[in-house]
């Protein structure tokens, strides 16, 4: 089985967030990120497709904090979540792997 790591086109966020909806039966929980963030950029949210199917998500969200008067941008991890017929290989760290690289 080959799965395919990447990032979302913007055609794929609805794919996206029908995966979250497993997670906490939620999906409007997760949309107002996609929507309402304007930090939200979807070479941030990492996926991986098994034969054009999203099994995994990852997101990195991106946010200034201001320490000691400078302000600091830094990434955020986000909305990690794996189906569970797909756990236990790898999949999520190397997710996070990408991730972490585009912070």
């Not at 029908?18 to 999906?27: E, T, V």
């Not at 929507?35 to 070479?43: L, R």
């Not at 099994?55 to 991890?77: E, P, Q």
Request: aromatic residues 10%; contains cysteine.
């Amino acid at each position: 089985m080959s799965i395919e790591l990447r990032t979302i086109a913007t055609h794929e966020r609805d794919g996206v967030l029908d995966l979250l909806q497993h997670w906490l039966g939620d999906r409007d929980f997760f949309a107002r990120y996609f929507h309402h963030d304007p930090a939200f950029s979807d070479d941030l949210c990492f996926v991986a497709v098994d034969q054009g199917r999203i099994v995994s998500t990852f997101h990195v969200f991106r946010k200034s904090l201001r320490i000691n008067g400078a302000v600091v941008d830094v990434g955020g991890v986000g909305n990690v979540f794996t189906l569970p017929e797909y756990r236990e290989r790898g999949i999520a760290a190397e997710l996070l792997t990408r991730g972490v690289r585009a912070m």
